[in-house]
C-alpha cells in the first residue's frame, strides 16, 4: 500500500508471541504422540481440490514506454510504493533462489534502509475485512486482511499467500486460496480465524471482471509495473498484456497484473502486484461517498460480499483516509514453505513471527475470552456424529477463544463432556470454567488432567450431553 510502507515489529513494543505466553503461565496440555484417531469429517465428500490458479507462462519482451507521475504528494506516494516492491521482490527473488524454509522470517527481521517500525495501537473498535480476487478458475489468486479503527487516522493490512495450508472446517488441510471454492462462505474468514487467531468480521471476493469494473469506474490506477505480463494461449502463442513501467493500468490490466505470477517465482511477487493495485485503488478513491458507493457498484454481480455497499465504502474510505494521513502499515504474512512433493509451492506460518505480526497490527481484533486472556481451546468429538465439532467452534470463537480442531477422541461413547485443565490453580480453574459456560457445560465438567500437549490451554472431549 501507499504510505509510510512500515513493517511492523515483531519484537519492541510487541508482547511476547501467543505460544509463550500460553507456556509462560504453566504447562500446556497435548495429544499423545502415539495417538492417531481419525479425523471428524462430515459424511458428505468434500468439493475436489484445485491446484491453485493457473499460471500463465513468462516472456520477455522489450519494455514499453515509461509514463513519469506528476511531482508533489502523489509522485513521493508513487514513490514510496516503488521502494516497497522493490523490497518485496528482492525477498521473492531470495525464496527463490535459496529455497530457505525460514526465509520469510529473515525478511521480516532484517535490518534495511529504512529503520522506521511502528506498530499501531490496540484499540477495541478494530474492524477487519479479508479482500479477496480470484483468478479464472475461481481459487483466490490474492488476499488480504484489513483492519481499521473507528476515528483513527491509521489502518492495517497483511498479505496473504494463496499457498498458505489451513485447516478448513469438514474438509481438512487445503491451501488458503481454495477455501473460497468451498460451499460455505464464510470458510475464508472461519479458517483464517483459527490459524492467526485475530477476528475476521466480514469478507469481500472479486472475480477479475469485478476488480476491472472497480477500477474502471476510478477511472484507472497509477501502477508500478515490475515485469512484462505476459500471457500463453492454447495455440503457445504469447502476448504481452502489461508492460513493465510505472503507468496508467485500465480495469483488464490493472485485474491482470495483480493477479499475475510468473514461472519460478514466489507467491510473494504476486502479492507485491496485488499491493500496488490496491495501493493505486485508494489513491484513485474519489472524497465524495456516493461516488464511491457507485464506483463499488460498478463490481455488481461478479462481486460477492458480506457487507452492504454503504459497510464496504465505509472501509474504503477509512483505508483511503489512514493512506493520506501517512498512517497506513502494510506487510506480508510470515510464512515458512513447506515440501509436499507437489509442483505447487505450499505454506505453514512462522508461529512466532505471526503472533507478533498479530499483535502488532490487529490488536483490536485479536481472540480474547471474558478473562482478557489468549486462550487456545483444542475439541476432539467424543460422540462421532458430523459436525459436532464445527457447531462447537462457533461457540467458542463466539466467546472470543482460539479454536484448535482436535478430530476424533481416541473413543467414542462419553455420556458427559470434559474440560480438561493442566493443573487444579485458580487460574487453570477459571480458564476451564470460562469454556464450559461459553458451551453450555457445567462447571463439574472441569478436571484436571496430566495429559501434556503445546498446541492448547484447555482440551474439551464433547459428550452426549454437548448440545449444538
Known amino acids: 500500500m501507499s504510505g509510510r510502507h512500515r513493517k511492523a515489529d515483531p519484537e519492541g513494543s510487541v508482547d511476547q508471541p501467543i505460544e509463550a505466553s500460553a507456556a509462560d503461565e504453566g504447562p500446556a496440555l497435548d ?42 504528494r502523489a509522485a513521493e506516494r508513487a514513490r514510496r510504493r516503488v521502494t516497497r516492491r522493490r523490497r518485496l521482490l528482492w525477498a521473492a527473488a531470495v525464496v527463490a533462489v535459496l529455497l530457505l524454509a525460514a526465509v520469510a522470517t529473515f525478511l521480516l527481521t532484517r535490518e534495511d534502509d529504512d529503520p522506521v517500525r511502528t506498530s499501531v495501537a490496540g484499540r477495541e473498535a478494530q474492524r477487519t475485512l479479508l479482500v479477496q480476487v480470484t483468478g479464472a478458475d475461481g481459487v483466490a489468486a490474492a488476499s488480504a486482511l484489513v483492519g481499521v479503527t473507528d476515528g483513527a487516522d491509521d489502518a492495517s493490512v497483511v498479505l496473504i499467500p494463496s499457498g ?37 468480521d466480514d469478507s469481500w471476493v472479486l472475480d477479475p471482471e469485478a476488480l476491472a469494473g472497480l477500477v474502471d469506474a476510478m477511472g484507472g490506477v497509477q501502477a508500478a509495473v515490475d515485469v512484462d ?22 480495469g483488464e490490466a490493472a485485474a491482470v497484473y495483480a493477479t499475475y505470477l510468473g514461472e519460478g517465482e514466489p ?47 465505509g472501509r474504503l474510505v477509512a483505508l483511503k483516509e489512514a493512506d493520506e ?55 476432539e468429538n467424543g460422540v462421532g456424529t458430523p459436525g459436532l465439532i464445527e457447531q462447537a467452534r462457533a461457540k467458542l470463537v463466539q466467546a472470543g477463544f482460539r479454536f484448535v480442531n482436535g478430530g476424533n477422541a481416541s473413543r467414542f461413547g462419553p455420556e458427559s463432556s470434559s474440560v480438561l485443565i493442566p493443573d487444579g490453580t485458580k487460574k487453570s480453574l477459571e480458564r476451564g470454567e470460562r469454556v464450559a459456560e461459553s458451551l453450555g457445560l457445567p462447571s463439574s465438567a472441569v478436571n484436571s488432567t496430566e495429559r501434556g500437549q503445546t498446541v492448547a490451554d484447555v482440551i474439551v472431549i464433547l459428550g452426549g450431553d454437548f448440545t449444538p
Open 164 to 200: 498458505l495450508l489451513v485447516d478448513a472446517a469438514g474438509t481438512g488441510d487445503i491451501p488458503f486460496g481454495e477455501t473460497v471454492t468451498l460451499p460455505e462462505p464464510a470458510a475464508p474468514a472461519e479458517a483464517l480465524t483459527d490459524l492467526l487467531g485475530v477476528r475476521i
Open 325 to 379: 494521513a501517512d498512517g497506513l502499515v502494510s506487510d506480508v504474512l510470515p510464512v515458512t514453505e513447506i515440501d509436499t512433493g507437489s509442483s505447487v509451492t505450499s505454506y505453514g506460518i512462522d508461529s512466532g513471527q505471526v503472533a507478533a505480526t498479530m499483535r502488532s497490527l490487529f490488536p483490536g481484533a485479536l481472540q480474547k475470552d471474558a478473562g482478557g486472556e489468549v486462550l487456545r481451546v483444542l475439541v
Open 31 to 72: 495429544r499423545p504422540s502415539d495417538e492417531t484417531p481419525p479425523v471428524d469429517r462430515p459424511s458428505e465428500d468434500p468439493p475436489p481440490a484445485a491446484h491453485g490458479s493457473p499460471l500463465p507462462t513468462v516472456g520477455r519482451a522489450a519494455p514499453g514506454p515509461t509514463v513519469v507521475a506528476s511531482r508533489g
Open 267 to 313: 507467491e510473494q511477487a504476486r502479492l507485491a502486484r496485488f499491493d500496488d493495485v490496491l495501493s493505486g485503488l485508494l489513491t484513485a478513491l474519489p472524497d465524495d461517498h456516493d461516488e464511491v458507493a457507485s464506483a463499488v457498484t460498478e463490481a455488481g454481480a461478479d462481486a460477492r460480499s458480506t457487507l452492504a455497499a454503504a459497510g464496504l465504502v
Open 229 to 250: 505480463v505476459v500471457v500463453t494461449d492454447a495455440k503457445d502463442r504469447q502476448t504481452v498484456v502489461v508492460r513493465a513501467g510505472s503507468q496508467q493500468l485500465g
